[in-house]
């Protein structure tokens, strides 16, 4: 099973709150998730990735918390900022497969 | 801009009609993906490339789609009898060759793709 779920579908936070956005998924094969950024208009882009050795990575505002054996991930966006405003997905891929697969994406507002 | 680079960036067309979308990869990847994305949704795999062999094809990928790239440059994408399921944004992809997984698919800004 190749599914990635995300959650929430949407997102309202205020500026400089926390906005977390979380994914779990299924095939223990999994072993790069990636998240992108998405803004209308314009393709998905990097934002930050974690393979499963780890359990946290952090780049900027922006931090991946991992569990494997819980099989979930999550995005966190500490004081978000409207420029943060966009869709955001994160993604899963096996190592030798060539797709990434997607989930289904949440748009987060930013309040200011 | 040295980024992935597609064309149209829009384009509408009438049921049954054929449509082809071009992508033109970062100059040093060797790898080129093709996506399509509906409204509300992740973006779905439909093939991939290296250099100019298509090594993978998506259960996505009917009949009426046909994805070339000759010489190992530019990929096109062909819709053949177009249907308005057809409709969507086509986000090609490249990356560099993945020593091991996690080399990062940069994608360009899609087609967006209205069939009346």
């Known amino acids: 099973q190749q599914q990635v779920k995300q959650s929430p579908q949407s997102l309202i936070v205020q500026k400089g709150g926390i906005s977390i956005i979380n994914c779990a998924y299924e095939?223990?094969?999994?072993?790069?998730f990636p998240w992108y950024q998405q803004f209308p208009g314009k393709g998905p882009a990097l934002l930050i990735a974690i393979r499963p050795d780890v359990s946290e990575k952090k780049e900027g505002r922006f931090t991946i918390s991992f569990n494997k054996s819980a099989k979930q991930f999550s995005l966190h966006i500490m004081d978000s900022q409207p420029g943060d405003s966009a869709t955001y997905f994160c993604?899963?891929?096996?190592?030798?497969?060539?797709?990434?697969?997607f989930g289904q994406g949440t748009r987060l507002t930013i309040n200011p | 801009d040295t980024g992935v680079s597609q064309n149209p960036r829009h384009k509408i067309t009438k049921r049954g009609q054929n449509v082809t979308f071009r992508c033109d990869p970062i100059s040093e990847h060797n790898r080129l993906y093709w996506y399509r994305q509906t409204l509300g949704q992740g973006p779905e795999f439909l093939t991939y490339?290296?250099?100019?062999?298509?090594?993978?094809k998506s259960r996505l990928l009917s009949d009426r789609f046909s994805a070339e790239r000759p010489k190992g440059s530019f990929s096109t994408l062909e819709i053949q009898r177009t249907e308005q399921g057809d409709s969507a944004m086509y986000l090609c992809?490249?990356?560099?060759?993945?020593?091991?997984?996690?080399?990062?698919?940069?994608f360009g800004n899609g087609t967006r793709l209205t069939v009346t």
């Open positions: 095939n223990t094969a999994f072993d790069y």
């Open positions: 992809a490249s990356s560099l060759p993945r020593a091991a997984a996690g080399s990062p698919l940069h």
């Open positions: 490339f290296q250099n100019e062999a298509q090594l993978e």
């Open positions: 993604a899963a891929i096996i190592q030798g497969a060539q797709k990434l697969v």
